[in-house]
């Protein structure tokens, strides 16, 4: 009796999205100050995101974006590509941090703002790493348990929408490497993805990708604190 050929299986997975550019003309670290939206570049950015995750050809059970404008406009095009409706996650937003609303290369000369230089390697500047790392990874257990099973019973994929540095911060977290890092070498572009699996508790990355890239050569505002 001749063997059957078994068709590969594709592991459930949670996929985490960077909002796309901002609209950002000062040019000032805006972290979790309201009010700035996606520039039309963003825009662009998000639904080629979107454009990328519909075109898989795998069946998404839930979309969660974090509360701040820039993602909830990333996750609109998500959204209607995957007929989904955007949850609330507040663990995955964006760390306050003390430079909000100012010119780094300004801030950075101001003696008033040295203290929260003092401790890169926590850093001193905002939220502990541990701390980034611990939320977004409880925020994506729990969608992991929690997601609404498919029509007929089956688990399909999950869409976090987020920001560079706590997505950056779990990469580095789950692949045990050190959390502290120079901002300026994060591998997490624009309306980038970043995906992961679950294999015995435990999130391993499964693939990283840059649907926007030609487009984010373009982009003037690029977010990396």
Not at 39 to 47: F, K, R
Not at 134 to 157: F, Q, S
């Amino acid at each position: 009796m001749p063997l059957r050929r078994l068709e590969p299986v594709v592991a459930r997975q949670i996929h985490l999205v960077r909002h796309g550019e901002v609209h950002n003309p000062e040019r000032v670290l805006y972290g979790r100050l309201p009010g700035y939206r996606l520039s039309e570049l963003g825009q662009e950015m998000a639904a080629a995101a979107a454009a990328d995750l519909a075109g898989r050809g795998i069946r998404y059970s839930a979309l969660y974006a974090s509360p701040l404008q820039r993602t909830q406009e990333s996750a609109a095009p998500v959204a209607a590509a995957l007929n989904l409706p955007v949850q609330l996650e507040p663990r995955i937003i964006e760390p306050a941090n003390h430079f909000e609303g100012q010119r780094m290369r300004e801030a950075l000369k101001q003696p008033a703002n040295w203290p929260a230089l003092v401790n890169p390697l926590r850093p001193s500047w905002g939220e502990a790493y541990k701390s980034i790392a611990a939320r977004m990874v409880a925020a994506m257990n729990d969608a992991w348990e929690t997601a609404a099973l498919l029509p007929d019973g089956a688990e399909g994929d999950i869409v976090m929408v987020s920001h560079q540095l706590p997505i950056w911060t779990t990469h580095n977290f789950l692949a045990g490497d050190r959390l502290w890092h120079d901002p300026r070498q994060r591998r997490c572009a624009l309306s980038s993805i970043t995906s992961f699996s679950r294999f015995g508790g435990t999130f391993v990355e499964t693939g990283y990708t840059e649907p926007a890239a030609s487009i984010s050569a373009h982009a003037v505002d690029l977010g990396a604190v």
